[in-house]
């Protein structure tokens, strides 16, 4: 388990991180969210011991990490970058190595990688000759080549074509399901509600907000229900302890609490056939300006 | 940790040098440079040979005897009137004839009086040289001009590369994914021994180049006049190149595009060229020399011209070498604060003694 307790940074006299605390649990996929300069990138640049913080922790199952414990982080950064003129496969290989991988495990790893990620074609071309999406795929190799202990990626869906990342998605979840512990950032809160485990949401430097996705989800609002006739629900802004949020003829939006919701659906099948009946939780979207604002 | 740091180091240094080999403006720079200094040794034995192997024709009337043919080709003529149609001809440039007078013979030019011939036949004083070893000036300034270029090609070549590499890690940002992995320290470390290496290797090809070609045109004496120079200077360039090529990194880090590299580099630039303009302009200097063979940046000239110019005593390179390597433990230790500070600091240049506060 990543745990990040008390971190806080300034520069100057501006404070970009103000006592972050959360925690990415083993084998869990931990989405980040946040506006554009709420911090996620400072944090995960502290993670990863790129910067220093100026105060607070980073500990992997209780004991805090240093340099050599980070060498296992796999990391892909905002601003994705290769050596342009440099053979896929030798790169991919390289940065291995610069993890601490020998040199026969790297080139096997590599190998395996790139064939995994579609990329065993252009293992000997440069970089730069390659399409977006597959230098998107070679930086997600240089993420997971040298198997890491923890996964941080930062933005892995930004610029990415629908192949790529239907590719990202795969391998995140394939990492996540072997034990490691993911934590990645994201803007497209309907990726990170489709796909996160756990979600920590941070605005202005500070967290706002963390937790298992769904309990954040319910936690934001009160139980509403979704209930979908045939004919027309007038009659639903009659019934006691019902507040109808929206209504479009057979279709209604409403809240109550699930003893009501009950006796609305019983209410619903002596009038007509319904359609469907399901609770509504609130969307990530909806969590998140509640606890942004 | 300090296994994992050499490794790291080690690593970074060999991917530097086949970043390099595979450059073809590396490769061509490297070649035009061994190419200059071989020319330059060939045409310098051909002109030299030339001007000792130069005889002037002169006709010899059968029955005159010379006392010396020294520098004089000599072609017997039967009579005084043959001698003279050769010189008509433009055959010779002089006829010599018997005569009545002490000498025995007389010299008969065209239009002007033969002064080769004439110098040849005259008696010479002896002459005592009081300084027999001191060098002739036009090699001195070959040599001076010769430490001079390849010092400064192979400085300007290699410190623009690590510049220009320090530059592509910024603005590619592979070089957040390389600190993720490496401590900045490691990587500028490795970039520079990367580059020190290739530049030392070029430096001991043109130094053997240099050698053999010497050797293969026969100029052997001037091989062993230059040979202990030439060691010197391979030496005093390997470890002041290292300080070069930190000055270089640490100045470029500042920056985050090609284009800027230039202005960025410019100071660093000058303190390489400045050397090479001193030793062209003042080689025959002694107080100047002296000066420069202990200055950091010019040593690796100034030195190693004091030691062919044999005014150097022996102690004096080890000294300078180890001022240049006192100055090269400060210069890489601050060009590292310099770059841990500014890697990642992209988009405008960033302040000097912001990246020395850090």
């Known amino acids: 388990m990543l745990d990040i307790r008390g971190v806080t940074k300034r520069?100057?006299?501006?404070?970009?991180?103000?006592?972050?605390?959360?925690?990415?649990?083993?084998?869990?996929?931990?989405?980040?969210?946040?506006?554009?300069?709420?911090?996620?990138?400072?944090?995960?640049?502290?993670l990863l011991g790129v910067l220093q913080a100026d105060a607070g922790t980073v500990s992997i199952d209780g004991t805090e990490i240093g340099p050599a414990d980070r060498r296992r982080f796999g990391y892909m950064p905002e601003e994705r970058g290769l050596y342009p003129k440099m053979p896929v496969a030798e790169q991919v290989t390289y940065l291995a190595r610069l993890h601490g991988v020998d040199r026969r495990t790297a080139a096997a790893r590599t190998t395996d990688l790139l064939a995994r990620l579609d990329l065993s074609a252009h293992a000997g071309d440069a970089v730069e000759k390659l399409s977006l999406g597959n230098q998107q795929r070679v930086q997600v190799a240089a993420a997971l080549v040298h198997d890491p202990e923890v996964l941080v990626l930062d933005e892995p869906f930004s610029g990415l074509d629908p192949m790529a990342v239907d590719t990202v998605l795969g391998v995140l979840r394939e990492t996540a399901a072997s034990g490691v512990p993911v934590l990645f950032s994201s803007h497209q809160l309907d990726v990170v509600e489709r796909l996160c485990d756990d979600v920590v949401v941070i605005a202005d430097g500070s967290i706002r907000a963390a937790g298992p996705q769904d309990e954040l989800r319910r936690a934001a609002g009160p139980a509403a229900w979704e209930l979908l006739?045939?004919?027309?629900?007038?009659?639903?802004?009659?019934?006691?302890g019902v507040v109808v949020r929206e209504f479009d003829g057979g279709y209604a939006l409403f809240e109550a609490d699930d003893a009501v919701a009950q006796r609305v659906l019983r209410r619903a099948v002596q009038h007509g056939t319904v359609g469907s009946f399901a609770p509504r939780v609130p969307r990530l979207s909806e969590v998140f300006r509640e606890v942004v604002r | 940790m300090n296994g994992s740091f050499a490794r790291s180091v080690q690593l970074v240094a060999v991917r530097e040098v086949?970043?390099?080999?595979?450059?073809?403006?590396?490769?061509?720079?490297?070649?035009?440079?061994?190419?200059?200094?071989?020319?330059?040794?060939?045409?310098?034995?051909?002109?030299?040979?030339?001007?000792?192997?130069d005889t002037t024709p002169?006709?010899?009337?059968?029955?005159?005897?010379?006392?010396?043919?020294?520098?004089?080709?000599?072609?017997?003529?039967?009579?005084?009137?043959a001698a003279e149609r050769l010189v008509e001809r433009g055959d010779v440039d002089a006829a010599v004839l018997p005569s009545d007078d002490a000498l025995g013979y007389r010299v008969v030019g065209l239009d002007d009086a033969?002064?080769?011939?004439?110098?040849?036949?005259?008696?010479?004083?002896?002459?005592?040289?009081?300084?027999?070893?001191?060098?002739?000036?036009?090699?001195?300034?070959?040599?001076?001009?010769?430490?001079?270029?390849?010092?400064?090609?192979?400085?300007?070549?290699?410190?623009?590369?690590?510049?220009?590499?320090?530059?592509?890690?910024?603005?590619?940002?592979?070089?957040?994914?390389?600190?993720a992995a490496i401590p900045a320290r490691a990587l500028l470390a490795g970039k520079v021994l990367g580059n020190s290496v290739m530049a030392f290797a070029q430096i001991v090809a043109v130094a053997v180049a240099a050698a053999v070609t010497l050797a293969v045109t026969g100029q052997d004496n001037v091989y062993s006049m230059l040979g202990p120079s030439m060691l010197w200077f391979v030496g005093f360039f390997a470890v002041g190149f290292v300080l070069i090529a930190s000055l270089f990194a640490a100045a470029a880090v500042l920056v985050s595009r090609q284009e800027d590299v230039g202005s960025v580099t410019t100071p660093v630039m000058?303190?390489?060229?400045?050397?090479?303009?001193?030793?062209?302009?003042?080689?025959?200097?002694?107080?100047?020399?002296?000066?420069?063979?202990?200055?950091p940046f010019s040593a690796p000239i100034g030195m190693p011209m004091r030691v062919f110019l044999g005014t150097a005593e022996w102690w004096e390179p080890i000294l300078s070498l180890a001022v240049i390597a006192a100055s090269v433990v400060v210069v890489v230790l601050v060009g590292a604060r310099v770059y841990e500070n500014a890697l990642l600091r992209t988009g405008s240049r960033v302040k000097l003694t912001e990246a020395l506060r850090g």
């Not at chain 2, 060229?273 to 200055?295: E, K, N, Q, R």
């Open chain 1, 229 to 240: 006739v045939d004919g027309d629900v007038a009659w639903l802004r009659d019934e006691p």
């Open chain 2, 270 to 295: 000058m303190l390489v060229m400045i050397p090479y303009v001193l030793i062209i302009v003042a080689y025959d200097s002694p107080t100047i020399l002296g000066a420069m063979s202990y200055v």
């Open chain 2, 58 to 81: 002169v006709a010899v009337v059968d029955g005159v005897s010379l006392p010396s043919t020294d520098g004089l080709d000599v072609t017997t003529a039967q009579t005084a009137a």
């Open chain 2, 114 to 179: 033969p002064a080769e011939v004439v110098a040849a036949l005259s008696v010479s004083p002896d002459v005592e040289l009081l300084d027999p070893d001191a060098l002739p000036g036009g090699l001195v300034y070959l040599v001076a001009l010769a430490f001079g270029v390849v010092y400064f090609a192979s400085a300007v070549t290699f410190g623009q590369s690590i510049a220009q590499s320090v530059v592509e890690e910024k603005s590619t940002r592979v070089v957040e994914i390389l600190m």
């Open chain 1, 11 to 46: 520069y100057g006299d501006r404070r970009v991180l103000d006592d972050v605390t959360f925690t990415v649990g083993d084998g869990r996929l931990t989405g980040f969210v946040g506006g554009n300069g709420a911090g996620k990138t400072t944090t995960m640049r502290i």
């Open chain 2, 18 to 53: 086949q970043a390099r080999v595979r450059s073809r403006a590396f490769v061509v720079s490297a070649l035009i440079l061994i190419g200059m200094v071989v020319a330059a040794i060939v045409v310098g034995g051909i002109v030299g040979k030339a001007t000792a192997d």
